[in-house]
T-cell receptor, first 111, second 113 residues
Framework: GQNIDQPTEMTATEGAIVQINCTYQ??????LFWYQQHAGEAPTFLSY????GLEEKGRFSSFLSRSKGYSYLLLKELQMKDSASYLC????????????FGRGTSLIVHP | DAGVIQSPRHEVTEMGQEVTLRCKPI?????LFWYRQTMMRGLELLIY????????DSGMPEDRFSAKMPNASFSTLKIQPSEPRDSAVYFC???????????FGQGTRLTVV
């Protein structure tokens, strides 16, 4: 089975930087995704990591350490529109590539 | 492409009735996923198809749930009979390959009364 942990909720100030952590325990690993989900909407893709290190994409970056079973999503220059739930998803074992989602971290950005 | 298209967007039904949710994946995508999302349990994978073949249905709650993918452009999720605890948002998603990002439909909000 797979176990994925994320903080339930975080708050931050507009213009600041926030780091959302995700830890996972799996019997195999084929990659990790981050998705953003605004209230009442569908999840949308943010990033994908399969190798260790930092992937930067504009204001958003994602980091992976496979040996530690750890990833984080870094959001810079926060904007009010970044208030959303951020979902960490791990691709499963072997050739099945079954994705398992964490419960998500609800980020609230205030002025 | 219009993205993943789900219908209906909202469904209210009485306990015991049959419910059918529909999904049209993005053209050319080989993998299709059905998810259920609730406040209590988050986003749960129900079933996963690759090239129209069910790969893993271990997330399907019980025999009341069934899913089909008769061709590459259409899938259905059926609940028969429906129960109040089935109330949730059901998402369909598709991806180009098994290990690429998924594109989600807008979801079907199901309420069983």
């Amino acid at each position: 089975g797979q176990n994925i942990d994320q903080p339930t909720e975080m708050t931050a100030t507009e213009g600041a930087i926030v780091q959302i952590n995700c830890t996972y325990q799996t019997s195999g690993f084929n990659g990790l995704f981050w998705y953003q989900q605004h209230a009442g909407e569908a999840p949308t893709f943010l990033s994908y990591n399969v190798l260790d290190g930092l992937e930067e994409k504009g204001r958003f970056s994602s980091f992976l350490s496979r040996s530690k079973g750890y990833s984080y999503l870094l959001l810079k220059e926060l904007q009010m529109k970044d208030s959303a739930s951020y979902l960490c998803a791990v691709l499963g074992t072997g050739g099945s590539y079954i994705p398992t989602f964490g419960r998500g971290t609800s980020l609230i950005v205030h002025p | 492409d219009a993205g993943v298209i789900q219908s209906p967007r909202h469904e209210v039904t009485e306990m015991g009735q049959e419910v059918t949710l529909r999904c049209k994946p993005i053209s050319g995508h080989n993998s299709l996923f059905w998810y259920r999302q609730t406040m209590m349990r988050g986003l749960e994978l129900l079933i996963y198809f690759n090239n129209n073949v069910p790969i893993d249905d271990s997330g399907m709650p019980e025999d009341r749930f069934s899913a089909k993918m008769p061709n590459a452009s259409f899938s259905t999720l059926k609940i028969q009979p429906s129960e109040p605890r089935d109330s949730a948002v059901y998402f369909c998603a598709s991806s180009l390959e098994m290990n690429t990002e998924a594109f989600f439909g807008q979801g079907t909000r199901l309420t069983v009364v």
